[in-house]
C-alpha cells in the first residue's frame, strides 16, 4: 500500500485519530497552517473529488458531516472557518487521497494562494 492516509487509516503511520467512524477518520495536519488544521478522509481509498463515481457520494456526505462535527467539537462554528479540497495539480492536491482540509482559529484571506 503505497497511500500514505490509507496506512494511516491502516494504524501503520502514526497520526492522531480525532474522530472516527466506519467510513471517515480526522486527524491533524503533519504541517498545520493555522491554530486549527485538521483532515477528514475517507477510510476507503478513493484518489479525489475528480475520480469520484456514484458509489462514492455516500461517503462524501459522510466526511462532510464529519468535517461538521470536529469543526463544531473544536467550537469553530462560531467565528467561521475554511474547508478546502484541493484536486490534482493545478488545485495543489499534494496526497491523491481526498481529503478535506479544516482550518481555523484565524482570519482567513482570499483569494488563496
Ligand atoms: P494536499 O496538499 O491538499 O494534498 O494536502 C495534503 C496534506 O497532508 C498536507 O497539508 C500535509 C498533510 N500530510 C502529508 N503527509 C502527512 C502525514 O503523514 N500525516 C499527516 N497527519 N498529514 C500529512
Known amino acids: 500500500m503505497d ?3 490509507c496506512q494511516i487509516v491502516a494504524g501503520e503511520l502514526p497520526a492522531e485519530r480525532l474522530y ?3 467510513d471517515t477518520l480526522a486527524f491533524p495536519d503533519l504541517r498545520p497552517r493555522a491554530p486549527h488544521h485538521l483532515l477528514v478522509i475517507p477510510k476507503r481509498h478513493v484518489d ?3 475520480s469520484t463515481n456514484d458509489d462514492d457520494w455516500a461517503v462524501v456526505a459522510a ?3 464529519t468535517v461538521q462535527r ?21 488545485g495543489g492536491q ?3 487521497h481526498l481529503h478535506w482540509h479544516v482550518l481555523g482559529g484565524r ?3 482570499w483569494p488563496p494562494g
Open 20 to 22: 472516527e467512524d466506519d
Open 107 to 109: 482570519l482567513m484571506t
Open 94 to 96: 499534494t496526497v491523491n
Open 63 to 65: 466526511c462532510l458531516h
Open 3 to 5: 497511500c500514505i492516509f
Open 48 to 50: 479525489s473529488l475528480a
Open 70 to 90: 470536529v469543526a463544531r467539537d473544536r467550537g469553530l462554528d462560531t467565528a467561521g472557518y475554511r474547508v478546502v479540497s484541493n484536486i490534482g495539480s493545478d
